[in-house]
């Protein structure tokens, strides 16, 4: 019995679909970098004001420069995606809200990943 060959090998992937796959990887990394130091920076605000503690001011800073590289590669991605503004700002917004960047996250890769099979 012989099999055909789109049985054995995958399919081609697009050029166009093998950059939203490049822009993919590259938001899901820097959601989940921003996830996680937005969680450090929470700490840091509730030791700094809960106990007195002040000797973690260089949290914001890490924080602030991971999330505009954050904003810049949501940038790229909804653009070459074709996202409307709304749920652009929306992803945009979800690295300044503790947790929310992980859910965000979750939800436009498995639609990314869904709509242009990457």
């Known amino acids: ?12 992937v697009s050029p166009a679909n093998k950059k939203i796959a490049g822009a993919l990887l590259r938001y899901r990394v820097l959601a989940w970098t921003t996830g996680l130091w937005l969680l450090v920076l929470t700490a840091e ?6 106990f007195d503690i002040d000797s973690f001011g260089w949290v914001g800073v890490v924080h602030g420069w991971v999330y505009f590289a ?14 409307r503004a709304l749920p652009t700002i929306g992803t945009l917004l979800a690295g300044t809200v503790p ?15 869904r709509d242009f099979a990457v």
């Open 1 to 12: 019995m012989t099999t055909s060959q789109d049985e054995t090998t995958p399919a081609e």
């Open 45 to 50: 605000v509730i030791a700094k004001y809960g």
């Open 70 to 83: 954050y904003l810049l590669v949501t940038i790229d991605l909804a653009v070459k995606v074709r996202w």
């Open 99 to 113: 947790l929310l960047s992980f859910f965000v996250e979750h939800r436009n890769s498995t639609q990314v990943k």
